[in-house]
């Protein structure tokens, strides 16, 4: 699954910076991750940094984008594989 930001979000900016895909961004009122580029950090580690650095615990899995991990590690390889170009 990817994950998703709620309406807790307090805009912080701790989130941002720690996702190593770029899926997270700022929305109009809270940020926001992009399903397309968001791995729950399979590929890079163990659990995603998001979580694990949220200060209010608003990023639950999105039930909109239910993927397993090996999914999770294919979208992986093919955005590294984009990024290599």
């Known amino acids: 699954m990817a994950l998703l930001i709620t309406d807790e979000c307090i805009n912080c900016d701790v989130c941002e910076p720690e996702c190593p ?7 109009d009122t809270v940020y926001v991750i992009d399903p397309n580029k968001c791995t729950e950090c399979v590929g890079h580690y163990d659990t995603p940094q ?3 650095v949220c200060p209010v615990d608003c990023i639950p899995k999105d039930p909109a984008h239910v993927e397993s991990r090996v999914e999770l590690q294919v979208k992986y390889e093919r955005l ?5 170009g």
């Open 50 to 52: 998001c979580v694990e």
């Open 80 to 84: 590294m594989a984009a990024k290599k």
């Open 21 to 27: 895909n770029d899926a997270i961004s700022q929305g």
